[in-house]
């Protein structure tokens, strides 16, 4: 069994900083991942906020580069998106996903719960 618990999630006004950590348990080493953020906004689909590869090799959607900080701690096995300069658009639901992909007979690919950032004055 697979485990990702996002944390860190909440209400904060416009120009604010939040930090969201994801920490995974059971069978899995993030190590050997490659980690990334999702969100959701109501409405909207899933899109890629944020990934990082077991090389450490960063990604950002464009709408927050310069913004967003991916980061990971394969010693705690926990991954975290530094959050700055929040605008109300990135009010989603946001996602942890750990994705190694097929091998073999066997998908490697996990999710968190999620948690519900919200961005308001």
């Known amino acids: 069994q697979v485990h990702l618990v996002e944390s860190g999630g909440g209400l904060v006004q416009p120009g604010g900083s939040l930090r969201l950590s994801c920490a995974a348990s059971?069978?899995?080493?993030?190590?050997?991942?490659?980690m990334g953020w999702y969100r959701q906004a109501p409405g909207k689909q899933r899109e890629l906020v944020a990934s990082?590869?077991?090389?450490?090799?960063?990604n950002y959607v464009d709408s927050v580069k310069g913004r967003f900080t991916i980061s990971r701690d394969n010693a705690k096995n926990t991954v975290y998106l530094q959050m700055n300069s929040l605008k109300p658009e990135d009010t989603a639901v946001y996602y942890c996903?750990?994705?190694?992909?097929?091998?073999?007979?066997?998908?490697?690919?996990?999710w968190g719960q999620g948690t519900q950032v919200t961005v308001s004055s």
């Open positions: 059971g069978k899995i080493f993030i190590s050997i991942y490659t």
């Open positions: 990082i590869t077991s090389g450490d090799n960063t």
């Open positions: 996903n750990a994705y190694r992909g097929v091998i073999g007979t066997l998908r490697y690919d996990y």
